[in-house]
């Protein structure tokens, strides 16, 4: 098959266009870029990134529950202001203590063997069990679990 310029050059804008759609549906998100612990895109994990805003005002911006639990384990004693979680649907960060959270199932979750989901509906959360199983659970629960969970080292 002979390739001309003309089908190179449809070629490239069709990837230029799809890239551009692909970049802008998944939107940035707020700083850090990366996750504090293990450097994964946060704009990829926008679904399940998390934010931790302290009492002196300053961030951490992980990709995970897991990711938040490691922080704190570095930052013993640094009082939080704030914890906030992707939404799983909308990609919107949540009050995590608010948050309905789903644990297991079977989409595989963000730096652990447990996944576990935030919805602020709870109907939300409601029809994600009816696709990919799992359960119901509070920011307790799902944060004493990954306390529980090996911890990467990062």
């Known amino acids: 098959m002979k390739i001309t310029m003309k089908t190179m050059f449809i070629g490239m ?10 970049a802008i549906a998944a939107g ?13 895109d946060r704009t990829m994990f926008n679904y399940s990134r ?4 302290y009492m002196d005002g300053s961030t951490a911006g992980t990709c995970s529950l897991n990711c938040i639990i490691t922080e ?4 013993k004693g640094k009082k939080i202001k704030s914890i906030q979680v992707a939404d799983f649907n909308s990609k919107e960060l949540i ?14 979750g963000v730096m652990t063997g447990v996944a576990k989901w935030a919805f ?6 409601e029809a994600f069990i009816k ?6 659970a509070t920011y307790k629960e799902v944060y004493e679990m990954a306390k529980k ?4 080292s990062h």
Request: hydrophobic share 40%; aromatic share 4%; charged share 25%.
């Open 13 to 22: 804008l069709l990837t230029l266009v799809l890239g551009t759609a692909f």
């Open 28 to 40: 940035p998100v707020e700083a850090p870029p990366t996750c504090k612990q293990c450097r994964m």
């Open 50 to 53: 998390m934010l931790v805003t």
């Open 72 to 75: 704190n384990n570095k930052v």
């Open 95 to 108: 009050d995590a203590k608010i948050a309905t959270w789903v644990v297991g199932g079977s989409k595989r």
């Open 120 to 125: 602020i509906e709870k109907k939300d959360a």
């Open 131 to 136: 696709q990919y199983g799992g359960k119901l």
């Open 149 to 152: 969970e090996p911890q990467h």
